[in-house]
């Protein structure tokens, strides 16, 4: 047994049903990976983009090259499940 847990200062090494318990505990949260990416996707586009492009003055006010950067940072969001490395090791498009 290599897991432990530390009570009062003292290193108490966990039992075999407790390490089974731990392992099952870590899959089960790393199963939860992509729920977490898609919900910090969707946050992203909440927050950074959505009142960007649904607001028509701001929107009508960017020259086309801003608004092709906006574009295409919405894009790279939505596109993040394609990415290699997701949805434990994600490199997320930075905002314009």
Same mark, same amino acid.
């Given at each position: 047994?290599?897991?432990?847990?530390?009570?009062?200062?003292? &290193?108490? !090494?966990?039992?075999? +049903?407790?390490?089974?318990?731990?392992?099952?505990?870590?899959?089960?949260?790393?199963?939860?990976?992509? +729920?977490?990416?898609?919900?910090?996707?969707?946050?992203?586009?909440?927050? +950074? &983009?959505?009142?960007?492009?649904?607001?028509?003055?701001?929107?009508?006010?960017?020259?086309?090259?801003?608004?092709?950067?906006?574009?295409? !940072?919405?894009?790279?969001?939505?596109?993040?499940? *394609?990415?290699?490395? !997701?949805? *434990?090791?994600?490199?997320?498009?930075?905002?314009?």
């Amino acid at each position: 047994m290599s897991n432990h847990k530390i009570v009062d200062g003292v &290193v108490i !090494y966990l039992s075999k +049903e407790e390490e089974t318990q731990l392992a099952a505990d870590w899959a089960a949260e790393a199963a939860k990976a992509p +729920e977490y990416a898609r919900e910090e996707r969707n946050n992203l586009l909440l927050s +950074e &983009v959505d009142p960007i492009v649904s607001n028509d003055l701001r929107w009508n006010d960017m020259t086309d090259a801003k608004r092709t950067e906006w574009t295409n !940072y919405r894009q790279a969001l939505l596109d993040i499940e *394609d990415l290699d490395g !997701y949805p *434990d090791n994600i490199t997320w498009p930075t905002k314009p």
